[in-house]
């Protein structure tokens, strides 16, 4: 097999868990590896450190797909492989939709598959991972025998790679619009057109955590896609929801989701700027006995981090103010490089400049279908924070 040595500094933090090695940490390779070729790593004295996929174009050379040297990477491999993400989820209670496949929290560096009940979503973000996009369909047609599989490759990573943007079936063709449920409730999930794979599963069990305060009360929510949380608050007893989002599109699925479970008398959806309107009503003086944001990601750069920030202080800020005297303030940041600490120093930051007290009541993660290896930050990227607003 083709070797990749590494330089003597560098091989402690790829023996102690990380499985990304970066070209400048590579001392030698052998000749004619070409890119997506499976390789060897080694320590400077050669000892094996790992089976990984290669790719000299990529800042990240090597991503390990696998520690044990007996390992062969093929097409069983990957069938092992996905059968084991689905023991662990089955084991974590999952059976209908669960994100079945995260990437390097799965030792399956890039490879990102959700499962909507009988349907999946494929994404493979490097080139080393798309070369085993085959062996990956063919698995997942042994283990579930599914109905559709679909693969949103339409994402801007794969250019640094050197692959191109794509989407489409890698199964015979279905409907790709389809419904699911999720803590009881419905919702239309578009696997062509929608964010992402379509559906934001990382959510759920934070849907879930606003249950009791939201009975009876005043909700706002802002970045609302397809109104997951509003049309949870609305269901748990709220009151009136109103939802925010910039784009016509997920208002319009987030309207149809409130009127598939029935609720569209209590929560509605509008376009709206989440950053003008905040702004705007706060000085108006309206108050709301809830505040949900759970805005995009604001930077995938470290250069950009403080902007991100900014954005974060000014969109929780503007919460706030919002919220009525004792109500709730819920918020959510999935910027991977906006770690747990900064995250909650901005919301400090925040309610101190809204001269507001808060208390927390909750600080999550992400659910647990998207595990978190300790030690491998890329792995814990979802902060979800509830306080009370005093
Ligand atoms: N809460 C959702 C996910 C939100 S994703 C869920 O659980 O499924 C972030 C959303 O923010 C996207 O739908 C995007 O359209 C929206 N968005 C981005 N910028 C915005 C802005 N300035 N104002 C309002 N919405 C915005």
Redesign the pocket.
Known sequence: MQKVILKRKIAPRIANGHPWVFGNEVDKTDENIQPGDIVEVQTHDQKFLGKGYFNPQSQIVVRLLTRDKQDEVNEAFFQKRLQECWNYRQKLGYTENCRLVFGEADYMPQLIIDKFNDYFVLQTLTLGMDKWKPAIVKALQTIFSPKGIYERNDVPVRELEGLPQVKGFLSEPFDTKIIIEENGLKFHVDLDQG?KTGY?LD?RDNRRAIQHFVKGADVLG?????G??EIHAAHYGAKSVLG????AN?VEQANRNAALNGLENIVRFEV????DVLKQWSREGRQYDVVML???AFTKSRETIQKAITGYKEINLRGMKLVKPGGFLVTSSCTNLVNADLFLQTIDMAAKDARRRIRQVTFQAQASDHPIIRGLDMTQYLKFLIVQVL
């Open positions: 964010q934001f959510q802002a970045f609302t896609y397809t997951t949380f925010l989002d910039i784009s997920a709206a700027n989440a950053f759970d805005p995009p």
